[in-house]
Structures are given as structure tokens and as C-alpha cells.
């Protein structure tokens, strides 16, 4: 171990075990990003200083409803999102471990797919505009990334390149020598920056009164950060262009930015709703 290296905190994933039941930190880090994103959400279609005319698109109960089928979507889709960009041929070899989800493996971009689906189900289901229902999801994800990423550092998983930088760690099962804690990273810039800039959009400039402004800058924000966190993480996570310096997460995340500036555009170029 380098002396330079700060120790990694090793923290057990196992939370709580109760007899042949185990409650783990990755488990755990999901149910507290779904169940705050889901009173943060609540909270914003309560508040009709955010909204044209002062009407929230619909009433604050039906959050309940809107948290069951984007938890299905976040789950289902970040688990076989996992499975089909990241290993298919390991889930191949042994379909079974499809189901463990509890040992790690959640693709965000995976997620992303299964929450799109599930908030165009639920906005057909209640006549509401898709685009609301996106700008509502979007601006509560940090709360669900900034807790992922922590599991993410907490099962060791997902771990930076060797570095020589001060607060490089030696992560176990990753060798002798220090690497960027990336996990961190990601926790900082998807979780708690993304989250102010989007709060800044719906309290201050008042942009949920124009469908899809929130939304976009969601997807464009975390494209941006997720590309620079990128350059971070372990050689293992290429992208399909052996020697191009691309990863799979900046490959996948293109098509965000790109979407999200779009959208961005769109809503600039309308009135208010």
C-alpha cells in the first residue's frame, strides 16, 4: 500500500442481519433515494407558486402512485440494464444471478429506460403531459444517484484508475495500489450538484411552468458529469472502440446530453405553459 494512500474505510455491506436475513447498505441506499425523491416530489406539486396558474397537474396523492411504478421502473430496468450493456456474457453463463440484486449491479442508464416507461404508463393512465411527469422525476433522481453512488463505495465496486492524487485509496479486491475514488466523485457531482442546479430551475427561475426545461437540463447535467467521472474509472468499463479513450457510460450518456439540450431548447423557445 502506498504510505500517500488514505484507508479505505472498510465498511461491512451487511447492515443489519436478523438470523438468515440480511439487510445490506446497496439495498438500504435504493429504499432511502426512492423514499426521499418520493417527499421531495410530493412536496413539489403541493406548491403551486411552482406552477401555471397556480394548479399542479395533479393532486399531491397521486405521488403515491407515480413512487410504485418509477421504484418498478428504476429497479427492473437498472438491473437488466446492468445485465445487457455491461456483462451479458457473464449473466449468460449463469442466468440465476440475474435475480441477486442484492450483491450490486444496477446500470443507471438501464434505469433511466425503465422510469421513462413507467412515467409515460402513469401520465397516459392519469391524463397528465409526459413531459411534467419527466421534469417532476428529474429534478428528485440526485437523491436516488447520491445514494447509489455511496453503495457503490461501500461494496467496493465500480473504483477509480491507479492514481498517485492525495486522497487516492487502496480498495480491496482491486490490488496493491491506490486508485481515484470515483464513486465519490459521481456522489458529488450527479447527486448533490446536480441536484442544486435543478432546485435553482424549479424554485428560482421557476421552470416547471414550462414542460420538459427541467427535464432536459436532468438529462444534459448528468451527461456532462457522468462523462468527466468517466475519465476516472477503472479500464475495464471501455466502450466498443478498443484504444479511442471512450467508456461505455460516455457512450450511453451521449445521447442524454444531446436529448437533454434539445428539450432545453424547446422549452426556451415556448411561452410558459
Known amino acids: 500500500m502506498s504510505p500517500l494512500a488514505i484507508p479505505y474505510p472498510s465498511i461491512d455491506p451487511?447492515?443489519?442481519?436478523?438470523?438468515?436475513?440480511?439487510?445490506?447498505?446497496?439495498?438500504?441506499?435504493?429504499?432511502?433515494g426512492l423514499l426521499l425523491g418520493w417527499?421531495?416530489?410530493k412536496r413539489l406539486v403541493a406548491d403551486t407558486r411552482l406552477w401555471p396558474g397556480g394548479k399542479p397537474p395533479f393532486a399531491p396523492n397521486l405521488t403515491d402512485d407515480l413512487f410504485v411504478w418509477v421504484a418498478l421502473g428504476v429497479v427492473v430496468g437498472g438491473r437488466l440494464g446492468h445485465v445487457l450493456l455491461y456483462e451479458p456474457l457473464l449473466y449468460l453463463q449463469r442466468p440465476i444471478?440475474?435475480?441477486?440484486?442484492?450483491?450490486?449491479?444496477?446500470?443507471?442508464h438501464g434505469g433511466m429506460l425503465g422510469t421513462i416507461l413507467a412515467m409515460w404508463l402513469f401520465a397516459r393512465r392519469h391524463a397528465v403531459t409526459p413531459l411534467t411527469v419527466m421534469d417532476l422525476v428529474a429534478a428528485s433522481v440526485p437523491f436516488g444517484l447520491f445514494f447509489g453512488r455511496l453503495a457503490n463505495f461501500i461494496n467496493a465496486e465500480v473504483v477509480g484508475r491507479e492514481s498517485d492524487v492525495p486522497w487516492a485509496m487502496v480498495f480491496p479486491?482491486?490490488?496493491?495500489?491506490?486508485?481515484?475514488?470515483?464513486?465519490?466523485?459521481e456522489a458529488f457531482l450527479e447527486g448533490a450538484v446536480?441536484?442544486?442546479?435543478?432546485?435553482w430551475l424549479t424554485h428560482r427561475r421557476l421552470a416547471l411552468k414550462t414542460p420538459?426545461?427541467?427535464?432536459?437540463a436532468f438529462l444534459a447535467g448528468y451527461g456532462v458529469f457522468r462523462i468527466v467521472c468517466e475519465f476516472f474509472k477503472i479500464e475495464e468499463y471501455t466502450g466498443l472502440f478498443e484504444g479511442a479513450g471512450l467508456t461505455k457510460?460516455?457512450?450511453y450518456s451521449i445521447p442524454m446530453l444531446a436529448f437533454g439540450g434539445w428539450l432545453i431548447l424547446r422549452g426556451r423557445t415556448r411561452a410558459p405553459a
Do not use: C, E
Not at 173 to 181: F, L, S, T
Not at 194 to 199: A, K, N, Q, S, V
Open 39 to 41: 417527499m421531495y416530489t
Open 173 to 185: 479486491g482491486w490490488g496493491p495500489m491506490p486508485r481515484h475514488p470515483s464513486q465519490l466523485y
Open 14 to 32: 451487511v447492515a443489519l442481519q436478523l438470523g438468515p436475513l440480511s439487510i445490506k447498505w446497496y439495498g438500504l441506499a435504493y429504499v432511502a
Open 212 to 216: 420538459g426545461v427541467v427535464g432536459g
Open 249 to 251: 457510460g460516455m457512450l
Open 194 to 199: 446536480l441536484f442544486f442546479i435543478l432546485r
Open 97 to 108: 444471478d440475474i435475480l441477486k440484486i442484492w450483491n450490486g449491479g444496477m446500470a443507471f
